[in-house]
Every structure is written in structure tokens, then in C-alpha cells.
């Protein structure tokens, strides 16, 4: 899959007089096979999959595990131990890559760690790299409380919904 992101203007063009206006640079993302795929650091939601997840992290929680969220714009961002991360229908697991979260299965071309400066990641930013989509989001502090996830979850408990089984991120299941 190929994306393209304009980076910032960085001064004038080499061989171009002092002064002339910058031309913002259009590169191609690509994405290439991972094998053997990256452990799972996180695991994201977009759209109509924000409340399952949601809901499948409001049980983890529930349960003792301590996860980092991130939410908005239609998107829910899950942080934890790989073993403590939930799963729902639609989600993608993530794994770091120079301090880039991009699917556990596909590594991203250019390296990852230049679309970090490419996007405005500085510091201890968070920096999320998929197809067709950068996140860029303060990192959370964990929490272990699941009324956390509530307004997310759809506007009811999920003790009665069903989950599916999370696959096994470092065994290829799950959509990465």
C-alpha cells in the first residue's frame, strides 16, 4: 500500500537563489511484509471498531491490567504489556519500530524513524504509522480503571457482550 505525505517547508532548494520560496516535498510511504512480525505494543481501533475495543479494554481493565488509552476523532489507542492487550473485531495490533507504533506484520518505507520527524513527533510524542493514516497523541498515564473506557464503549456495560478470543499477535492473528 502506498500513502504520500507533503513535508514541512525547510528553506529554499538547493541550487535555488537565497530567498526563493520553499516547495513542500511529496514522498511515498510504502509498506513491505514483516517476518517475523513485531511484538504487539498497542492495539488500535478506527471508526465503527472504537467500541468493541472499547469494550474489550474496559474488561481488561476490569480484570487487573494496567493499559494507557488514547481517544478521539474516531480513534481508540490501547497501550500495555503485550499479554494485557485486548482484541476486537476490526482493531490492529502495533509494534514499536524506532519509537514508531506501525503494524506488527508490515514495515513501513522510508524507515520509520524518518516519518517520526516527517510528522511532528518530537520528544516523548507518541507516533502511530498505519496505511492511509498518522497519529500523533501525548502518551497516557496508565490507568486500571474501567469506567475510564465508558464513553467510548457505546453508552452501555459490556459484561453481557460476547468478545471474540484475542488472537495471538506474535502467531500472525488479528488484523495487523
Given at each position: ?57 474496559r474488561e481488561r ?26 482484541w476486537a473485531d ?16 508490515a514495515r513501513p ?68
Amino acid at each position: 500500500m502506498t500513502g504520500t505525505v507533503t513535508a514541512p517547508p525547510s528553506g529554499s532548494l538547493p541550487g535555488s537563489p537565497s530567498g526563493s520560496p520553499s516547495v513542500p516535498t511529496l514522498v511515498a510511504l510504502r509498506w513491505e511484509r514483516r517476518e517475523p512480525p513485531l511484538p504487539a505494543a498497542a492495539v488500535l481501533a478506527l471508526g465503527d471498531a472504537v467500541a468493541a475495543l472499547a469494550g474489550a479494554a474496559r474488561e481488561r481493565l476490569a480484570g487487573g491490567a494496567r493499559l494507557g488509552v488514547v481517544a478521539g476523532d474516531g480513534a481508540l489507542l490501547v497501550l500495555g504489556a503485550e499479554a494485557d492487550l485486548p482484541w476486537a473485531d476490526g482493531a490492529r495490533y502495533l509494534g514499536l519500530d524506532a519509537g514508531v507504533l506501525v503494524p506488527t506484520t508490515a514495515r513501513p518505507r522510508p524507515a520509520a524513524a524518518l516519518w517520526r520527524r516527517a510528522v511532528g513527533a518530537e520528544g516523548d510524542r507518541l507516533c502511530v504509522l498505519l496505511p492511509g493514516h498518522a497519529l500523533v497523541a501525548d502518551p497516557p498515564p496508565p490507568t486500571t480503571d474501567p469506567a475510564a473506557l465508558d464513553p467510548y464503549t457505546g453508552g452501555g456495560s459490556t459484561e453481557d457482550a460476547s468478545t471474540p478470543a484475542a488472537p495471538d499477535p506474535a502467531a500472525g492473528g488479528g488484523s495487523r
